[in-house]
C-alpha cells in the first residue's frame, strides 16, 4: 500500500510540474512572422494589430499570444485595448437676465463670477418638450463687447406613450476664459422655451480608436406571430470582438424598439441587449435619427437583431455595419531581431509582465506599426492526446475489478491468519 500511494504522489508531481511550465513551441497551433517597421530604434517600443485570422485562432481574451524572438525567448508585452476618454469639469455660474423675445428668441446669460476659468461648453435645463432651435452662444469680458463664438442645434424628442426621449441641450464651443456667456435660443416663431437653469462645463473628450469588422447580413425574415423583423449579421468568423452596430434603412418617421442576440452556429441564441432605442424622423417640429446600437462587447459569429414592428409595417433594412474597439500588442523590440507570434493554445493562461505595471508611464502614442504574415500551422505543434480514460475506456472498469479482487484476497488473507492466532470459541 506505501508504494501504491508513493507511485500515485509522484503522478500527481510531474502533472503539476507540466502544467505550470514555461512557453513550449509544441502546444501552440498557430504561429506568424512578424515584419518590424524600418524607422524602429534598438530596443524601441512598436505596436502590433491582432488580425482576423488571430482573433479566430486565439483562446478567448486573446489570452494565450505569445512573442518569441529568435528560437525561444519570450518578448513582454502589453495588450492595450482603446478606451474612450472623458473628462467634463463643471463650474458654478449664476443665470440672470432671462427672457424672451416674442417670435424670435429666448435669451439668458450665464456668469462664471471671474475672468480666466477655462471652459468649452454649456448646458441649459428646461422643462419644454418636443422642439428643435438654433442656439447662438456669445462670449464677453464686460458685457460691452460681445463675440459670437458657436452656434448650434438643440433639441428635445420625447414620446410619452412609451416613455422614450432623447434630448440635447448641450452647446459645444471653442476653449474660452470669458467671464459672461450669453445665449440666444432662435424660436422660429414657435414659441419660447421654459428655460429653468443653466451648467458651465469643460470637457475633455479623447475618442476610442475602433476597427470595422466585415459584417455582412445572412438573412432578413418576418415573425408574425411575435410581430418582429429578424436581421441575421455574419461577421464572417468567430472571436471578432465587436461592441456596437449601425443599420441603414429606406424608411423615415418611424420609432422602434429592438433586442440583439448572439450565436456562434445560428441554432443557439442568448440575449444580450434586451432594449434599445432607433428612429428616423423628418417632420415640422423634429428631424433627427438615431440607427446605432452600442452593447456588451461580444465574439460570437452571429448577431441577430430583432425588430418590434408591432402593428407598424416591417423597416427596410439595407445594410448593417459592425465596429469594435481597437487593439494593440506594445513590445520592446531589436531591429536586427526576429519575431513570432504564436497563438491557438486553449490551455495557455494569460501572461503576467512587469511592462503592464509600467505601461501608464511609458510614451505609447504614434509608435511604429509592425506587421503580421499570413497564418500557418506551426509544424512544432503535437496534437494533445485524449486522457488515457477516453483512449481506452474499458481500462477503468477492469482496474477497479482488479483492485476489488486483490482487496478481497487481502482480507481473505488476514482472515485466514485470524484465525490461527484466535483461541477456538466456547461451547
Known amino acids: 500500500m506505501i508504494k501504491i500511494f508513493i507511485i500515485v504522489l509522484v503522478l500527481l508531481l510531474l502533472a503539476s510540474s507540466s502544467a505550470a511550465a514555461d512557453f513550449s513551441r509544441s502546444d501552440w497551433r498557430y504561429v506568424k512572422d512578424i515584419t518590424l517597421p524600418s524607422e524602429l530604434q534598438p530596443d524601441g517600443l512598436v505596436e502590433l494589430a491582432p488580425d482576423h485570422e488571430v482573433f479566430a485562432g486565439a483562446a478567448r481574451g486573446l489570452a494565450d499570444l505569445r512573442i518569441i524572438a529568435g528560437e525561444s525567448e519570450e518578448i513582454p508585452y502589453k495588450l492595450d485595448i482603446s ?6 469639469t463643471s463650474f458654478p455660474a449664476s443665470l440672470r437676465d432671462k427672457g424672451y423675445v416674442t417670435g424670435s428668441y429666448n435669451t439668458f446669460t450665464a456668469d462664471l463670477g471671474q475672468v480666466g476659468i477655462l471652459h468649452n461648453e454649456i448646458e441649459f435645463q428646461t422643462s419644454s418638450s418636443n ?7 456669445e462670449a464677453s469680458n464686460d458685457e460691452i463687447t460681445w463675440m459670437e463664438i458657436a452656434e448650434q442645434t438643440v433639441y428635445d424628442f420625447t414620446v410619452k406613450e412609451r416613455g422614450f426621449t432623447t434630448r440635447n441641450t448641450r452647446i459645444r464651443y471653442p476653449e474660452s476664459t470669458a467671464r459672461y456667456l450669453r445665449v440666444r435660443i432662435i424660436d422660429d416663431g414657435e414659441g419660447p422655451l421654459e428655460i429653468t437653469g443653466a451648467s458651465v462645463f469643460f470637457v475633455k473628450e479623447t475618442p ?3 476597427i ?12 408574425e406571430g ?19 452596430l449601425a443599420i441603414s434603412v429606406s424608411d423615415t418617421n418611424f420609432y422602434r424598439e429592438v433586442t440583439l442576440e448572439t450565436s456562434p452556429d445560428r441554432e443557439q441564441w442568448s440575449t444580450i441587449l434586451r432594449r434599445a432605442d432607433i428612429y428616423a424622423y423628418d417632420t415640422p417640429k423634429f428631424v433627427g435619427q438615431s440607427l446605432v446600437i452600442t452593447y456588451p462587447e461580444t465574439t460570437s459569429h452571429y448577431l441577430r437583431l430583432v425588430i418590434h414592428d408591432e402593428d407598424s409595417p416591417p423597416l427596410t ?9 481597437r487593439r494593440r500588442l506594445v513590445f520592446a523590440a531589436e531591429p536586427q531581431q526576429s519575431y513570432k507570434l504564436y497563438y491557438g493554445n486553449s490551455e495557455a493562461k494569460r501572461p ?61 488473507g488476514i482472515l485466514r491468519q485470524a484465525r490461527k492466532v484466535l483461541p477456538p470459541p466456547k461451547e
Not at 422642439?131 to 452662444?137: E, Q, Y
Not at 433594412?317 to 474597439?325: A, F, K, N, P
Open 208 to 210: 476610442a480608436q475602433e
Open 83 to 88: 478606451q474612450a476618454e472623458r473628462e467634463r
Open 226 to 244: 411575435q410581430r418582429t423583423t429578424n436581421v441575421v449579421v455574419d461577421l464572417g468568423t468567430p472571436g471578432l470582438p465587436s461592441y456596437r
Open 317 to 325: 433594412v439595407q445594410g448593417v455595419d459592425v465596429w469594435g474597439l
Open 212 to 223: 470595422a469588422f466585415p459584417a455582412s447580413i445572412q438573412d432578413i425574415s418576418r415573425d
Open 352 to 412: 503576467s509582465y512587469d511592462i503592464e505595471r509600467i505601461f501608464p508611464y511609458l510614451a505609447t502614442e504614434k509608435l511604429p506599426e509592425a506587421m503580421l504574415s499570413p497564418q500557418t500551422a506551426n509544424p512544432s505543434f503535437e496534437e494533445e492526446k485524449p486522457p488515457v480514460s477516453e483512449r481506452f475506456p474499458w481500462l477503468f472498469p477492469v482496474v477497479v475489478a482488479v483492485a476489488v479482487v486483490i482487496m478481497a484476497l487481502l482480507l481473505l
Open 131 to 137: 422642439f428643435r432651435r438654433s442656439a447662438i452662444v
